[in-house]
């Protein structure tokens, strides 16, 4: 099965993080990890999320992060590559999302006044283990999208990198658990 990557569907990216972890499990493991992350287990994401929204209780429930989280999983090749998609109105934080059922249909996304963003997990096994790394990239659809989108991102950007840092970690320790 061929699989679609960021770099087909946003070549140039207006933002973009990778991050990456060595875990010392086989690929089944650390995919079976993964896919079973809930937004409970995320310690530092749960603080993070409890400061941004401090009225919310949404994350501090269970709440399976491949099924029902901010970026919708649209194509999976386990156990090494899941890549999802959101479109996100910045500046805008109430205004409803819409929905996306397909890469196709993200590809073909160009309503002005969005952000398209993609999120992707590849596992590639190495000497003693499994490499999972994501990746997030996103493109605006008109040149005010982009100026707002910058300056959220200018913001969130280092927390961003934490909640990814958090999930890596947190699937290598359910990984390593699941070897106990």
């Not at 960021?6 to 993080?17: G, P, V, Y």
């Not at 499990?25 to 409890?50: C, E, H, K, S, Y």
């Not at 493109?139 to 999208?145: E, N, Y």
């Amino acid at each position: 099965m061929t699989m679609t990557t960021l770099q087909d569907l946003i070549s140039e990216a207006d933002f973009r993080e990778h991050h990456r972890r060595r875990i010392p499990a086989p690929a089944d493991d650390v995919w079976a990890a993964l896919i079973a992350l809930d937004a409970g287990q995320l310690r530092i994401t749960r603080a993070l999320m409890a400061i941004r929204h401090p009225r919310s209780k949404e994350w501090t429930k269970t709440r399976n992060l491949f099924s029902d989280g901010p970026i919708r999983i649209l194509e999976t090749d386990q156990p090494w590559y899941a890549v999802g998609a959101a479109i996100m109105a910045p500046g805008r934080p109430r205004t409803p999302r819409p929905v996306i059922d397909s890469l196709a249909e993200f590809a073909s996304f160009d309503t002005h006044g969005w952000t398209k963003v993609l999120t992707d997990f590849r596992l590639r096994e190495v000497d003693g283990g499994t490499e999972l790394s994501t990746e997030t990239r996103g493109c605006s659809t008109d040149a005010g999208s982009r100026w707002r989108f910058a300056a959220y991102w200018a913001v969130i950007r280092w927390g961003s990198g934490l909640i990814r840092r958090d999930m890596l970690a947190t699937v290598s320790r359910i990984a390593l658990e699941q070897q106990s």
